[in-house]
């Protein structure tokens, strides 16, 4: 059995953003060279998701958009009193889930055609880690 | 250890439609032969969930009522202008999640009394494929 | 390879009510005397979460009156008909999610600086399990 943890670093420009990582964690996966298995992406910082779902700009905005109706951003949340001003960004990583599992099959990551794994950064503009973590055989 | 993946092909005749697929997932798992371990169930194709919650169509019906209302079916999305009207797939497939992690507990599936394993489709009547990727000892 | 299951047992004072449970899952991993491994932390009743976010009791309260805002708590479920009053406990933890898994590393949660696995209670006042099933080497 063969364990192998990596961790990404995202500095994201922007306070809101969405960035496709599938090839940085393909990377891990092909280092960690296991035919079977399976690979555990997880945002390490609580104001940040990782998901699969489409590559698709126009839809990226739709999904920020839609997460802003959900979950505004507003002053009046209790958290603000801890001087806290992401509160929003606690709701919004909570509806798009912080973290998947990609099976591994003969060697590759085991994707549907249009499955890629994406990190949306809620409170970005500073380095946040993800937890890429293999194992197989 | 074992490493066993089968695939689930689920055509469903509305567009939006829910399905218990527990049996067809213990079935995979018995075949697995694993005595301790776990099974991934995900979705491979992005507009459809698979979740964990109540057999009961009542339930099944409120839940689509409900995701309709938090990521309702209109034409004003951005993901419009590819040519695609299903955005509102890709956000209700968001809202339930894609995929569940179930153990396997001296050979069988370690459920809760009332947990059971669902598929929801969100842009159905065509072929689409779940992964069952079981490991363990 | 070990394998390693145990059983939260949750019974909350109140019928809503998040309680903090790191500390009761790192003390299953040390049982388990993995060194690289992961654990799954899965409700087993299908009214309630288990998330990983903040513990901060503010965020806590935000958390409950945003989810009763986006799955209220009402009469005209069709859930109802079968005599359950608790459809809202089914929409509720789904919106926030049911499982997680938590990466070990050199023998310990490989956790980010913030991040608290939390359990949320929305049809409490009696006994509910959680499984927290390590595996590892």
Redesign the interface.
């Known amino acids: ?1 063969t ?1 192998h ?1 990596d961790y990404l670093v995202m500095n994201t420009k922007q306070r809101y953003e969405i960035a496709d990582i599938t090839d940085d964690v393909a990377r891990i996966v092909a280092d960690a060279k296991v035919r ?3 690979v ?1 992406v ?5 104001t940040a998701s990782v ?4 590559h ?1 700009p ?2 990226w ?3 920020m958009t ?1 997460l802003e109706g ?2 505004p951003a507003k002053p009046d ?6 001087g806290e001003d992401n ?1 929003d960004a ?2 919004k ?9 990609l ?1 591994i ?1 003969r060697g590759k990551l ?6 890629r794994v994406h990190y949306a950064e809620f409170d970005g503009r500073r380095p946040k ?1 993800i ?1 890429v ?1 293999v ?3």
């Open positions: 059995m364990w943890t079977e298995g399976m555990l997880s945002a390490m910082h609580i998901y699969v779902n489409d698709e126009g839809l905005s739709d999904m839609w959900l979950a949340y209790k958290h603000r009193l801890t509160a606690h709701l990583r909570s509806l798009l889930g912080h973290q998947v599992m099976p099959t085991d994707l549907g055609p249009w499955e880690r937890v973590k194992f197989g055989d």
